[in-house]
Nanobody, 115 residues
């Protein structure tokens, strides 16, 4: 199994930026895809962005052009650079790791964007 620890959340004004980090430990060689998901109050959790071991990325339409996911394989860390933040980006952001027989989640980090 893999343990995921997120950091970097906080309060920011609309138009500002934040960078989230997700550090993986444990059976990291089994990870195929890492992603960021978010859940706002009263809404279901949904995919924000994902990156596979080869570096290919996938983004939700509502973050394209504003968010960038990247991966440092040497540090077993995934980043989510969030620019031009909007009030509707307010949510708990959670890191996810998928692999062979693996589906691990971090504890989540709160991102609050004030308008």
């Amino acid at each position: 199994q893999v343990r995921l620890v997120e950091s970097g959340g906080g309060l920011v004004q609309a138009g500002g930026s934040l960078r989230l980090s997700c550090a993986a430990s444990g059976s990291t060689s089994d990870i195929l895809v890492m992603g960021w998901h978010r859940q706002a109050p009263g809404q279901q959790r949904g995919l924000v962005a994902a990156i596979n071991k080869g570096g290919s990325t996938n983004y939700a339409d509502f973050v394209k052009g504003r968010f960038t996911i990247s991966r440092d394989n040497a540090k077993n860390t995934v980043y989510l650079q969030m620019n031009s933040l909007k009030a509707e980006d307010t949510a708990v952001y959670s890191c996810n790791a998928l692999g062979y027989g693996m589906n691990s989640w971090g504890q989540g980090t709160q991102v609050t964007v004030s308008s």
